[in-house]
């Protein structure tokens, strides 16, 4: 089957949206074992300046929500990134998947030239579809995923690559 | 143009290896400018048992040739993982790009279905093309990129997403 929009697109962000599920169910339990506050996990940051753990799930969730709605020409589910337990986290994973689970290859496949425009820090930017796919999606999904897994590592959490990828190295 | 394995693959390596090149040459400056043995950086980890700096930049440089050269069906250069300054990590950089700009869409173009054969924690494991891509390598390629800045921004590095990204926030 010829590499196509879709398939680049929303079955990588089901895959790996579950990950994060997985792992975060990991935090979740390491926190009770270890008699931390979740919260203490769900805000810690790598860096002062650098968001907590809450935003890097929030925003992997808006990459694979928005993507997938701006390739398909459908309006995206909205959340208020309310999220500030393990339970909420979850959720926000759940909706997500659910909603990305409605979008259909045919919606998806043939977008490569689709007209994309965004608010980037209050600046309207432009993007056809492969591109905003390529170079700007995929790169920040990835990005707060690898965020997300390196908070909890260096918070002490025992998961390895094989958590990130889904079983694979 | 349609998505292809070409596409979806060569030129993204190329353009988030020259984002990690521009991302060490701020480390390499900062380095100087606070009077840090680079080799500090080079080595810092986000936890005692991840991998450092140097691992993070000589894995993504083998997620790209390897990935190149399977989908490509050709031999990738083999480089020994002996880099440790500034300096060697981008020469590696730009050894690695150098091939991945040898390698053309007639190449890689229609590899979805090829098959891959790679050893995995001393394991064989088989893929075809496209989830050899989608699962495996663009998965890894970004954690080990994200990992590199994680590892950068958490010991001080004046840095942002668009340093990762290559400027599109």
Redesign the interface.
Known sequence: ?????Y??SI??FI??MGNLSAILDKAAAYAEAKKIDPSVLINAR??PD?RPLSFQVQTASDMAKGCAARLAGIDAPSFPDTESTFPQLQERIAKTIAFLRTVTAEQVDGS?ERDVVLK??GQE?RFKG?PY????V???F??HL??A??IL??N?LDIG?AD???G??
């Open positions: 089957m010829p590499l196509s929009m398939q680049a079955p990588v895959r790996m790598l860096a650098m490569e980037l820090r930017t492969q796919l390529l170079t700007f995929l790169p920040n990835y990005f690898t965020t897994y390196a590592r260096h002490g690559k990130f990828t889904g694979r190295g």
